[in-house]
């Protein structure tokens, strides 16, 4: 009977604890997200494993193991699931050649720099058992250029700025950036084994995956319209949630079944999802949305953080470097094709910081990327510790831009008002903007 009551008392307090944890950082104007890390952490050992080792083991091992990694598992994809169908109307038609300008200064060259860092520093060191330096690269590359919409979007909207062009910007450019970054790191899965990866492998491996998104991006949202077009339509839309969990459960089996990997093939699914015309499957949509983030996310990050050992496995000098490596990477690139794009610095820094946090992606990218043993536990501290400081860095400084009365976006010369609420919070917008 100990097996069982350990695990229920173990899950019930990490439900608690990540809870009470978004609650209180909730309540300090921080994103909920670190808040439920910091909950894990308490339970983990970090905290509980010094202060009470005996319970630590009794709560979070033997039979309790296997459970929390099914549960980590499952609110890893329904995250990615919702995270793929959010993104769908983020693009902005008129403000293209500037996302445009974005993603090639603030993703691509931050991504190739990381690429390039294990060939000017070792990462051998912090290789996982089933890593290569050809999937570690890929790691370290989308380390350094990954953006979390779901932080910078919380962000934006405690903040009451969502609704402003400065944020349509940069949830497209982080929209389009996720799909770019999870295709690059289903291909690092892919290619993460024993042994180096053969040349036919470095080939097949990118191919299977490019084909397989395309597929799911392009190919799935026009089935689906005919499935719910034909005359079986009006009976999934009376089964639209059990259809839509199926969806992502059966997209994310075929993912693993080509050594892609799981989680990816949810986010494709949910964004093949999103990308339906009609209103048809919202209350479903709205349904998944409640329970994936309001439970099972939450538990997925309380067990993140329950992994974390800051006692035994935390590498300060790696961290700091790999901090101000991965800060000042994103900050310059942004800053320079900030600059080309809106010509305005104070609009470039105010980019830097947005697309700067990596919260719930960075710790998605530390979780995949572990336990599939391309990296060891010392660098997945060190990229949520990352994800966490980079998301609080965000979050800190746009409340201070608010403060301040100072614009969070001018393009052009000659700035324009779009309205009341836009003067007050410090937007300028041109013509280009229809809300203008």
């Not at 000042?328 to 946090?357: E, H, Y």
Request: proline fraction near 5%; glycine fraction near 12%.
């Amino acid at each position: 009977m100990a097996g069982p009551l350990a695990m229920v008392v173990g899950v019930g307090l990490l439900v608690l604890a990540s809870r009470a944890g978004s609650a209180a950082f909730r309540r300090a104007g921080l994103p909920r997200v670190v808040g439920e890390i910091v909950g894990g952490l308490l339970l983990g050992p970090t905290v509980l494993g010094v202060a009470w080792p005996e319970a630590h083991r009794w709560l979070f091992h033997g039979p309790s193991a296997g459970v929390l990694s099914a549960l980590s598992w499952l609110g890893l994809v329904l995250l990615m699931f919702v995270s793929g169908f959010e993104i769908r109307g983020e693009f902005s038609r008129e403000d293209h050649r500037i996302a445009g300008i974005l993603l090639l200064g603030a993703t691509t060259v931050p991504f190739l720099a990381g690429v390039v860092a294990p060939l000017a520093f070792n990462f051998s060191g912090y290789l996982g058992p089933h890593g290569n330096r050809v999937s570690m690269m890929i790691v370290v590359g989308i380390a350094v250029a990954v953006t979390s919409i779901p932080v910078i979007s919380k962000i934006f909207l405690d903040l009451g700025i969502i609704d402003t062009r400065f944020a349509r910007l940069v949830l497209a450019v982080a929209a389009v950036e996720d799909i770019c970054l999870w295709v690059a790191l289903a291909v690092a899965v892919g290619l993460a084994s024993a042994a180096p990866p053969s040349a036919a492998e470095m080939v097949t491996t990118p191919a299977i995956t490019v084909a397989f998104s395309l597929l799911a991006l392009v190919g799935l949202p026009r089935v689906l319209q005919a499935l719910f077009a034909s005359p079986a339509g009006s009976a999934l839309r009376r089964a639209a949630l059990p259809f839509s969990l199926a969806l992502a459960l059966v997209a994310g089996g075929i993912a693993q079944a080509l050594g892609i990997n799981v989680v990816f093939g949810a986010f494709l699914a949910g964004a093949a999802l999103g990308a339906l015309p009609g209103e048809d499957l919202e209350p479903a949509k709205a349904r998944i949305r409640s329970a994936g983030l309001g439970l099972f996310a939450p538990l997925y990050f309380a067990i993140v953080g329950l992994k974390l050992d800051l006692v035994h496995r935390f590498d300060p000098a790696f961290f700091i470097g790999f901090l101000l490596f991965c800060t000042a990477i994103k900050t310059g690139a942004t800053l320079v094709a900030g600059r080309v794009a809106v010509r305005d610095w104070r609009s470039t820094f105010n980019l830097a910081a947005a697309l700067n946090a990596r919260g719930g992606p960075g710790i998605v990218l530390a979780t995949v990327a572990f336990d599939r043993g391309i990296i060891d536990e010392r660098f997945f501290v060190t990229l949520v510790l990352i994800a966490i400081v980079t998301s609080l860095m965000a979050g800190y400084w746009f409340r201070a831009v608010l403060s301040r009365g100072w614009e969070l976006l001018r393009v052009g010369e000659r700035p324009q008002g779009r309205d009341r609420a836009a003067r007050r919070l410090g937007v300028t917008a041109t013509a280009a903007d229809p809300a203008a």
